[in-house]
């Protein structure tokens, strides 16, 4: 392909996505694909001889689109979104284009010096502790692995990164509703999931401190080191916000490290009335939260804030000959001594653009509007004498189910899973499920950029006719 060929090419793709995005509620939000359809689709052979764009792309929308879930989908209720915008993807195209590695301060100075002033920019709109400072990592997963692996190098002066575990016992700790990442890292970290304590919640589903404090104790007395504990502002399952400042006192206390994972619900801290829900934060050694989950910015972007950088980069330095430069020990941050990867993308320039082409306000009205969005259907939820509201709604997720009188709880779980999975066939709307208190709970989350009340009401509809046959069919 050459330039003359990429200019036609690229127009024709954008009218391409312009009409995407015009016709999106044209497609079902849930791919209706069946398992292997798209990979026996695809020939075995190589492609011998190079092809026409026009054959490629041809086969991109047969092939290819019908396999896609469609995430930027109005109608997309499930998990929580991954949410992209107009300049978000003008970024990610310009970000393309130019193709930088930026590993460090001279392979582009922009990307670098950029990456800092966005994640200056991020602690003045989310309340985050000035006095800590950000860096850019591609998942909160990532994210929660540094986080680990300092604690672990701070509380051992960074010994074991040298000469391996030797016969540290240390203990993690987290509610049984933090996100599984937490699991994974413990593994990778070397602590072992046995070493994983899962502590109590209230009936809110927030961690209880004081059965923090009392695990660990046991563990002290049994000669267990506590290492790190995660608080999780906005649980997966139900958005359940664990007690910030009772944690830091907690950890304060017993020299426990806190880390604190607010992958989803962190973009509602930019408004005031949100910003309870990290008190207590100037007492944590690090906060992690993802742009690319509700705050308008193409999956990945996470933003990954630290109190020490000094235990951040002492953890990840490396330093071989081929990667020194002249401008090392100047004022200049080499992000790749900040995190696990070496390589690194320009993910700086869509913060850059989300933020000043929506503005401050722009992006508050949005999360506030969802926010509010949720907040009607649950008062419209709360009205039906047969369906429940099982986890409290502080922000854009509802947990609830059909709940019609003198039903078994196994009838219960089977008929709400029936409406799930009954909507997610028609490809009209996307929502999933979790499971509260043993209940099976559907989860709709009213967070995609471009959903509307008309979306909202054509869901509840759905959920509606589908609760109109299970009593036709007198399942109760
Ligand atoms: C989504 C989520 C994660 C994982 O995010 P990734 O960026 O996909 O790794 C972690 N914690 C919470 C609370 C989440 O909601």
């Known amino acids: 392909m050459n330039n003359q060929e ?5 127009h024709q793709l954008v009218d391409w996505m312009a009409d995407y995005f015009e016709n999106i509620e044209q497609h079902p939000v849930k791919s209706q694909v069946v398992p292997r359809q ?3 689709s695809l020939p075995n052979e190589l ?5 026409s764009f026009a ?3 041809k086969d991109f929308e047969e092939k290819i689109i019908p396999g896609m879930t469609h995430w930027q989908h109005p109608s997309f209720f499930a998990y929580f979104p991954a949410n992209g915008s107009f300049p978000s993807l003008l970024a990610e195209m310009l970000m393309s284009a130019l193709g930088a590695q930026c590993m460090i301060w001279e392979t582009s100075p922009a990307a670098a010096e950029l990456e800092e002033k966005m994640m200056h920019w991020l602690k003045q709109l989310m309340g985050i502790p000035m006095h800590f400072e950000g860096v850019i990592q591609d998942t909160a997963s990532t994210a929660t692995l540094c986080a680990i ?13 040298i000469r391996g575990f030797r016969a540290e016992k240390f203990t993690i700790y987290c509610s049984e509703h933090t996100h599984s990442s937490i699991d994974k890292a413990v593994k990778i970290a070397g602590v072992g999931s046995a070493h994983l304590r899962k502590v109590a919640v209230d009936d809110t589903f927030a961690l209880r401190p004081e059965s923090l404090e009392s695990l660990i104790q046991q563990d002290i007395a049994q000669g267990y080191t506590p290492l790190c504990a995660i608080a999780a502002v906005g649980t997966t399952s139900s958005t359940a916000v664990d007690p910030v400042q009772a944690m830091g006192t907690i950890c304060k206390k017993y020299n426990v490290w806190l880390h604190v994972d607010a992958a989803y619900v962190g973009t509602a801290t930019m408004l005031p009335e949100k910003r309870w829900t990290i008190d207590g934060l100037e007492m944590a050694d690090s906060y992690v939260f993802n742009p690319h989950k509700w705050m308008f910015t193409n999956f990945d972007c996470t933003a990954y804030f630290v109190k020490s950088k000094e235990a951040l980069i002492r953890t990840f330095e490396i330093m071989p000959e081929y990667l020194k430069t002249k401008s090392d020990g100047q004022k200049i941050n080499n992000y790749r001594d900040w995190g696990v990867p070496l390589g690194r993308r320009f993910r700086a320039l869509k913060l850059w653009f989300v933020m000043r082409s929506f503005g401050v306000e722009g992006l508050q009205q949005k999360i506030r509007g969802h926010i509010q969005l949720a907040q009607d259907l649950t008062e419209i939820i709360k009205q039906r004498e047969d369906f429940e509201i099982l986890a409290p709604v502080e922000f854009n997720l509802i947990c609830f189910r059909y709940s019609p009188a003198n039903t078994s709880e196994e009838t219960l779980n089977q008929i709400n899973a029936q409406i799930l999975h009954a909507i997610n066939d028609s490809g009209k709307a996307y929502l999933t499920h979790t499971k509260l208190n043993g209940r099976y709970t559907l989860r709709l989350v009213i967070g995609q950029t471009n ?9 509840w509809a759905l959920i509606l006719a589908e609760v109109a046959k299970i009593q036709t069919a007198s399942l109760v």
């Open 6 to 10: 990429f200019r036609k090419n690229a």
């Open 38 to 40: 798209v990979y026996d």
């Open 47 to 51: 492609p011998l001889k190079g092809e």
């Open 55 to 57: 054959d490629i792309f």
């Open 149 to 161: 692996l300092t604690a672990r190098e701070y509380y051992t002066d960074y010994q074991i990164n």
């Open 451 to 459: 959903v509307t009340k008309k979306h909202v009401e054509a869901v």
